[in-house]
């Protein structure tokens, strides 16, 4: 039960988290493009890349499976807006603004991918420091 509790937990901060941090986006960037949601999706991917490695059987810093599940399911899943993405793209694509649409879908998949390896790697020399 506790573990269901922690992920609870992390979901509520991860999504207090998420609309900061898309509302502090908006009010800089502008809203004609979802640069929140994408910026909550690559940071969300560094962050779960980098305690994935770093926490790992073979990491540098060991903590429980729940607390790793807390902020790996939990923050990271409430933080991270797949959801909003996914509505985002298909109303930019419902407002016939393909390129947009096709867009957000390159920079979140490729840049989220590119945050998850830096996070990794980061972990991975943490891992091997002396």
Not at 55 to 69: K, Q, W, Y
Not at 112 to 130: D, E, F, P, Q, S
Request: glycine share 14%; with cysteine; net charge neutral.
């Amino acid at each position: 039960m506790a573990t269901y509790l922690w992920i609870a937990v992390g979901s509520a901060i991860g999504g207090v988290a998420r609309y900061w941090c898309s509302g502090i986006a908006a009010r800089l960037i502008g809203e004609t493009f979802p640069w929140g949601t994408l910026i909550v999706n690559v940071v969300g991917s560094f962050i779960i890349g980098f305690v994935a490695t770093l926490t790992a059987p073979d990491g540098r810093v060991f903590i429980g499976s729940t607390a790793r599940l807390g902020i790996m399911a939990g923050f990271c899943g409430g933080f991270t807006t797949f959801s909003s993405f996914s509505i985002q793209t298909l109303n930019l694509m419902n407002d016939g603004e393909w390129a947009h649409a096709g867009a957000n879908i390159i920079f979140s998949v490729v840049l989220c991918l590119i945050a998850v390896w830096l996070g990794h790697i980061l972990a991975l020399a943490i891992n091997t420091m002396k």
